[in-house]
């Protein structure tokens, strides 16, 4: 039995992930956290071998290093990683010998979409993003539409952005924002709970691959295929698609 805290346990995904755990054979919840909790002392008490995070991002870091240096693996969800950020935690995870899984997106149609998206711009590197949230959401842009755009930057080396700027005439960021050269756009309405498009261009045709998220329950394979992988692991794995 693998020894389960789910972190951020009354939001959204918390209480999905808690169902999904609850109902799998192989896993056992061991815990329960939110805000106010000792998440370092619920580690220790329950004896839990993994933290299933999904909470916010401006405490993606400290949340982190509860977790492993209390001894634990980190299943983690929550968005806003920066490249520095993800530095700091394999080292810190490789010195601690523990594992850590920051997956932006558990949905193995949107991991697919993104290995599309960096195949398919190698041979049409004019790309934009946009995605498509609720209006709760904390951050823009998601990370998955983040790790698009990086997957895209790493296949493609140079993607090509519009030959002309248009002229903005309402605000700054109206062509989206930039990561290396691909253009992501966040649309954040009632309505969605997470969709994407990514769009290439290239003479007299487009090509759109598109995912929606149409409920919660669609993460929760990916969150326990990673609860299941995680002990083998020592060190950053950052992506769901490097434990397929
Ligand atoms: N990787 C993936 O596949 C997915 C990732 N996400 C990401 O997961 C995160 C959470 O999303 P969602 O569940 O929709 O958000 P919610 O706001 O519904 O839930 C977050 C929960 O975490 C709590 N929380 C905030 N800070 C802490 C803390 N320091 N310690 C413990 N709990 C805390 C919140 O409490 P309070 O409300 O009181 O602040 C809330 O109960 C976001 O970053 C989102 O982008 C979402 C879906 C899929
Ligand atoms: O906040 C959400 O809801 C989601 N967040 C993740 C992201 O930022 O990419 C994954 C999914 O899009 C849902």
């Known amino acids: 039995m693998y020894k389960i805290i789910v972190n951020g346990a009354k939001g959204k995904m918390g209480q999905a992930v808690i169902s999904a755990v609850s109902a799998d054979a192989e896993l056992e919840l061991a815990g329960q956290t939110d805000v106010g909790d000792d998440l370092g002392k619920t580690i220790k008490d329950t004896g839990a071998q993994i933290v299933v995070d999904f909470t916010h991002p401006s405490v993606r870091m400290q949340n982190v290093r509860t ?3 209390n001894g634990a693996s980190a299943v983690i969800g929550t968005t806003g990683f920066t490249d520095e950020d993800l530095k700091a935690i394999d080292a810190e995870s490789k ?3 523990r594992g850590v899984l920051i997956a932006p997106n558990f949905g193995i149609g949107a991991v697919l ?4 998206a960096a195949q398919a711009a190698k041979y049409m590197p004019h790309v934009e993003i946009v995605e498509y949230h609720h209006d709760h959401k ?3 842009p998601s990370g998955t539409a983040i790790k698009t755009a990086q997957l895209i930057n790493e296949a493609v080396g140079q993607t090509n952005p519009p030959a002309v700027e248009s002229k903005e005439f309402l ?4 062509q989206g924002a930039k990561l290396g050269n691909v253009r992501i756009h966040a649309v954040r309405l009632p ?3 997470a969709t994407q498009e ?3 261009g290239a003479l007299g045709q487009r090509l759109v691959l598109r995912h929606e998220t149409i409920n919660r329950e669609s993460f929760m394979p990916g969150v326990i295929l990673a609860c299941k992988k995680i002990l083998d692991k020592q060190g950053l794995i950052y992506g769901l698609e490097k434990l397929l």
């Not at 979409?113 to 599309?116: D, K, T």
């Not at 605000?171 to 109206?174: G, I």
């Open 171 to 174: 605000a700054e960021r109206s």
């Open 191 to 193: 309505g969605f709970v």
């Open 95 to 97: 010195k601690l010998k």
């Open 113 to 116: 979409m993104m290995q599309f």
């Open 198 to 200: 990514v769009m290439l």
């Open 138 to 140: 904390a951050d823009a």
């Open 67 to 69: 977790i492993i240096n």
